[in-house]
């Protein structure tokens, strides 16, 4: 196994794709010429050229329906994000057109893209450069939605959001890009919808993805010179959700704790709770605690963006609620 | 033209140039975090257009504004305490660089959203004929913005409404790392304006008189006639697109680069009123020396100023 960045993953992502299948190409604003704003998209102009990596104006609203428009007709375009917060400038596109063609048209149209780049939270960038992005797409029915959190889920899930027949919302993490990983050598993909226990554990569950992932694996790793077994599961998949390895991790911890880095309020957390509840209601000990986001914009002072995403010390706080101790 | 005027377009370009050099400096000590944009080489564009305007007048701008919010008259420690998040900063330390705000001196932001300030500067129009008042509102933005539909959706509403509104097109050439000429069919933004009905102008976005004299005309015609203008300045930025783009080497020579430097704003003011004598060497050192005392101490003010209190994190999401 190679140990690779997280950009390095999902680069090797797009340019197997790109080679398997002349179909897919790349769009967005400074993919090309600049490399990708993030550098996601290293030297794909020189190996394919402008015809599949193309640069545009900033015009999101209009590349993302070139996007649904090329991918009704046969074409496999990735959509690139050079941030998600500039997504909202196409949500209609993406919300009232991508999402939901193929329902409009009973069945005869599909939408086979993928919208990706990073988003949630980053250093210093204030309210509009820095916030969960995916609370604005799970609750569409018709999208995928994507949070991928280690090298190795990023280059298999991708893969597989550039096959899937569906449009498909895939947010990075400007946060993770440097983060290294172990990525197998040989070619594998990772299928959407399934979640994974990235650490396993028997007194509590903890459900998190992206920074907060990260976060809660070291937490695990502090409880446990305190004797408590954390299990941390990862779903990957926001939409579809793998509601049974949640439901089976939580059947054996019987405690669960749901972190979201982005607002509390109608976030994610408040519907893996629920999925927990009817699902296990009889296996808890206790109710399920979310640690969320503050319910504020991103603030730029240093100090109050440390007090807006929960820390490890509010994490900890969190499962010592739910385990009572 | 009157020489207090000149001495006061100078004066505001070097206090711009100044404010932008310690805050890259400052950024280079960790002082200042996040995006930090800086507008060094664009002075004579927001300076010749501001200076034009009425204290009740309107002004709204992208995030490479601090030059527009100083010009307006906003307090360059204030701006500083901003980009140091503390508390005493325009916005409390809440915004940064890309969000300054200045509700005293009608200086509505401060967007980070590429084309979000046209349609709300267009707003700002709307309400002031709904008032009844003879303002303006200047609207900023970047060539990139005239990619966005909010462009030709404002220009067409500005147009058909009568709206008191000039788009001023800060047209430096490069969306980030994107040439114009690859991204606009039309690379004479002003041109765009004929398709809405309303006047478009082009000038020399490095020389300060030749904007204030065409934002002049420009806002003449607004006031009296309800008429909108969009207005192109040609200009540059010397430095990268932001501090992440030190360089700035992957889109453009450095043989443009120097160029473009030969029409610095500030040298062209500066040898013209020392070879008509408006303003001495020493003249021009001393008031160079008063702007970086203001400096020094915006600088320690914002040092002094207190992180905002923890409430502050909840405070102003809803009125
Ligand atoms: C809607 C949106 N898309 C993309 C971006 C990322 N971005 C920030 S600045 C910029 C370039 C804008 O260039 P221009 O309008 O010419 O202004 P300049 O930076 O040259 O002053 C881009 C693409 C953004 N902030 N907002
Ligand atoms: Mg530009």
Redesign the interface.
């Known amino acids: 196994m190679a140990i690779i960045t997280y950009r390095e993953a999902l680069n090797q992502a797009l340019r197997e794709e790109m080679r398997r299948d002349p179909r897919v190409f790349l769009i967005g604003e400074e993919v090309g010429v600049y490399q990708g704003a993030y550098k996601v998209s290293q030297n794909l102009l020189e190996e394919f050229g402008p015809k599949r990596v193309v640069d545009t104006p900033i015009s999101e609203a209009g590349f993302v329906g070139v996007g649904i428009g090329a991918a009704m007709v046969g074409l496999r375009p990735v959509v690139e994000m050079m941030t998600f917060n500039f997504a909202i400038v196409a949500l209609d596109q993406i919300v009232n057109h991508a999402a939901k063609i193929l329902y409009m048209s009973g069945g005869q149209f599909r939408v086979p893209m993928v919208i990706r780049g990073p988003g949630g939270p980053a250093v210093q960038l204030a309210a509009q450069h820095s916030q969960g992005m995916e609370s604005y797409f799970y609750h569409v029915p018709g999208l995928k939605v994507v949070r991928p959190s280690t090298p190795r889920d990023a280059k298999g899930l991708l893969k597989s959001a550039i096959r899937d027949d569906n449009p498909v919302i895939f947010i990075e993490s400007e946060t993770l890009y440097g983060t290294k990983g172990e990525v197998p050598d040989d070619e594998y993909t990772i299928p959407l919808g399934v979640a994974e226990v990235k650490r396993e554990g028997t007194d509590v569950t903890v459900i998190g993805w992206m920074g907060m992932l990260h976060r809660a694996l070291e937490v695990a790793q502090d409880l446990e010179k305190e004797g408590i077994s954390v299990e941390v599961v990862d779903p990957r998949t926001l939409r579809p959700m793998d509601t049974s390895t949640i439901l089976e991790s939580v059947k054996k911890t019987h405690h669960a704790v749901v972190l979201e880095a982005g607002a509390g309020f109608a976030g994610l957390g408040a519907e893996i709770a629920t999925l927990i509840t009817e699902g296990a209601f009889d296996y808890l000990d206790s109710p399920v605690v979310r640690v969320t986001g503050a319910n504020a914009p991103m603030p730029y002072a240093k100090n109050l963006e440390r007090a807006k995403v929960p820390d490890k010390a509010r994490i900890i706080a969190g499962i010592k609620q739910a385990l009572a101790v | 033209m009157d020489k207090k005027v000149m001495v006061d377009l100078l004066y505001q370009m070097l206090l711009i140039r100044r404010f932008e050099e310690k805050a890259a400096e400052m950024y280079a000590q960790g002082k200042i ?3 930090l944009h800086l507008g060094v080489g664009m002075e004579a564009s927001c300076v010749g257009a501001i200076s034009v305007l009425r204290p009740d007048d309107y002004v709204i701008a992208g995030y490479r504004e601090h030059g527009h919010c100083l010009v307006r008259g906003s307090d360059p420690r204030l701006a500083m305490a901003e980009l140091f ?2 508390m005493d900063g325009l916005s ?5 660089s ?2 300054f705000f200045d509700k005293e001196r009608n200086f509505l932001g401060g ?5 979000g300030q046209l349609p709300i500067g267009t707003g700002v129009g709307f309400a002031i004929n709904y008032r009844g008042g003879d303002q303006v509102c200047l609207c900023f933005f970047g060539d ?2 005239v ?3 909010v462009f030709h959706e404002s220009l067409n509403m500005a147009a058909l409404w009568k709206l008191p509104v000039l788009y001023i097109c800060e047209n430096n050439l490069y ?4 040439a114009l000429s ?3 069919s039309v690379t004479d933004i002003y041109k765009k304006a004929e398709a809405y009905g309303m006047p478009g102008e082009q000038v020399d976005g490095m020389d300060v008189l030749a904007v204030r004299e065409a934002v002049t005309r420009a806002v003449e015609r607004a006031r009296r006639e309800k008429i909108p203008t969009l207005i192109e300045t040609r200009t540059y930025r010397f430095r990268g697109h932001s501090m992440r783009d030190p360089a700035a080497a ?2 453009r020579t450095r043989e443009e680069v120097e160029e473009w430097k030969k029409s610095d704003p500030i040298v062209q003011l500066w040898d013209r009123m020392s070879r008509d004598g408006t303003v001495s060497d020493a003249e021009y050192k001393e008031m160079d020396k008063e702007i970086s005392q203001v400096m020094e101490e915006a600088v320690r003010f914002a040092e002094a100023s207190p ?2 209190p ?1 409430e ?3 405070t102003d ?1 809803h009125v």
Do not use: C, D, N
């Open positions: 975090g996040g995006f998040g503390r409390k330390g809440k915004g940064g890309m969000h967007t980070g959203i590429v084309g990139g913005s990619a966005q539909g969306a980030m790392g994107t690859r991204t606009q992957l889109y992180e905002p923890l502050e994190l909840l999401v």
